[in-house]
């Protein structure tokens, strides 16, 4: 059950969307804040048609999101790796030697547009008529962060070849029919927006032209309904059902290319963008086409999450994130109550433990996972650990992400360092021994 935003919160949002789409000059603006699996709160501004929930927009690159869904369940169901090189699913291009992974996230160095016309103002065709060259290989692969469309339209052809139907069929049976996203489609149907370009220097619009972007589809054709954008806010939130397990779409929010180019923090994921605004993490993907903006963009911390969408080229400043800390000012949220939990280890392997002299904190957390981290004040290395079904365990973030903790008695094994319960304790297997003259003045 949805609860809607309190009537002075609803107030504090329509103010800030209202003053948006003025000073942006859109024709037209819808925005929603969405929590507990749904839109609640939402307004239309300008030359809307009502229900203003209903009406489509582009929302362009959010297609990416969507496409990197439909990836993983391919990964999920063993038939790729995201290290798999991008020949072994889409053989003859020059990107062959480019992984998965890389292209998901941006770091493959492939050109960001694809050759020939601007893809977002010309119809497309298939891969062939890219007629692909090394001048569309501009990076070294893993070098930097480097966004690119084309990239997707190729992950859009690997999902195609793989189920042997085109890439709109595919996402539109694996990710918007079970998430109930019924109103987002790969050209307008039924009310839609049209797709305007505002003049800079006064106020009057000229249409924007709308196609089928061919084999680029999947970098950013989709269209959508605000409702059906609040579905797919819930699901990066975690309402994942048949789609994607909890873990999988948490894989897709850890940040992997960082974009040095933005203010503040920003990275990607896969498929995703993180973003780091106001000491909150966001995720979830922009939309731009000619024509149109888009946004959605949640805060899983909080439980939270926006969406925007307009009919205008550019011009608007952002709106999702201030939406996101009027509702997390005016409602914070209410967290569940502690309460008492068994720890995933004995009691008496949690506690203080030494790196050389550097004393160090194992505890218990919420979910059967461990921290292990320095003790209060101090700086140092700390990570989250996940249990293995063989009694290890696997750092989730920070500096041990990946690496495999093992409890001993006497000792912790982390990527060969060697944690004791006193400083360099003899009994125990330190690295290089401890000088058996002991500590001394």
């Known amino acids: 059950m949805v609860e809607p935003v309190l009537p002075a919160t609803a107030r504090r949002l329509l103010a800030r969307t209202a003053r948006v789409q003025r000073d942006g000059r859109a024709p037209s603006l819808v925005a929603g804040v969405v929590r507990d699996g749904g839109l609640a709160w939402s307004a239309g501004r300008g030359d809307v048609a009502e229900p203003h929930t209903d009406v489509q927009y582009r929302i362009g690159s959010i297609s990416k999101t969507v496409t990197a869904v439909v ?20 053989p003859g291009t020059p990107l062959g030697d480019r992984t998965v992974g890389q292209l998901l996230s941006h770091l493959a160095g492939v050109t960001s547009e694809s050759p020939g016309g ?3 103002r010309v119809p497309g065709g298939s891969l062939a ?29 690997l999902v195609a070849r793989h189920r042997g139907r085109s890439w709109e069929d595919v996402v539109r049976d694996e990710v918007l029919a079970p998430l109930d996203m019924t109103r987002t489609t790969p050209r307008p149907d039924g009310a839609a927006a049209p797709g305007t370009a505002v ?11 709308e196609h089928h972007a061919g084999v680029m589809a999947a970098a950013g054709q989709l269209w959508a309904t605000l409702t059906d954008l609040g579905r797919f806010a819930a699901f990066l939130l975690g309402d994942t059902g048949e789609v994607l397990s909890p873990a999988t779409l948490e894989e897709m929010t850890v940040p992997a290319g960082v974009d040095p180019s933005v203010p503040g923090w920003s990275a990607y994921g896969l498929g995703l963008q993180v973003l780091r605004v106001d000491g909150q993490t966001l995720v979830g993907h922009g939309g731009s086409m000619p024509g149109f903006l888009a946004g959605v963009f949640v805060d899983r911390v909080e439980e939270a999450g926006a969406v925007t969408l307009a009919n205008t080229t550019s011009g608007l400043d952002p709106l999702v994130p201030g939406l996101l800390g009027d509702l997390r000012e005016a409602e914070p949220r209410i967290v569940a109550a502690w309460a008492p939990q068994p720890p995933p280890v004995p009691l008496e392997q949690l506690g203080v433990w ?38 290890t365990w696997v750092g989730l973030d920070g500096y041990y992400a990946g690496e495999t903790l093992r409890i001993a008695p006497d000792h912790l094994d982390l990527a060969t360092f060697v944690l004791t319960r006193t400083p360099y304790d003899p009994d125990a297997p330190v690295p290089g021994g401890v000088d058996e003259r002991g500590w001394a003045t």
């Open 199 to 209: 003049h800079p220097w006064a106020d009057v619009v000229l249409p924007e032209p």
């Open 118 to 120: 601007w893809w977002e």
């Open 71 to 90: 990836v993983l369940r391919l990964r999920d169901e063993g038939r790729l790796g995201l290290d798999d090189r991008l020949e072994e699913h889409v």
């Open 129 to 157: 008529d890219l007629q692909l060259t090394e001048d569309d290989v501009v990076l070294g692969t893993a070098r930097r962060f480097h966004y690119s469309n084309l990239g997707f339209g190729l992950l859009g052809e």
């Open 354 to 391: 030494f790196w050389g002299p550097a004393p160090h904190v194992l505890r218990a957390q919420g979910g059967g996972l461990l921290h292990l981290g320095p003790m209060p004040g101090r700086a140092g290395r700390a990570s989250r650990f996940a249990p293995r079904p063989d009694g």
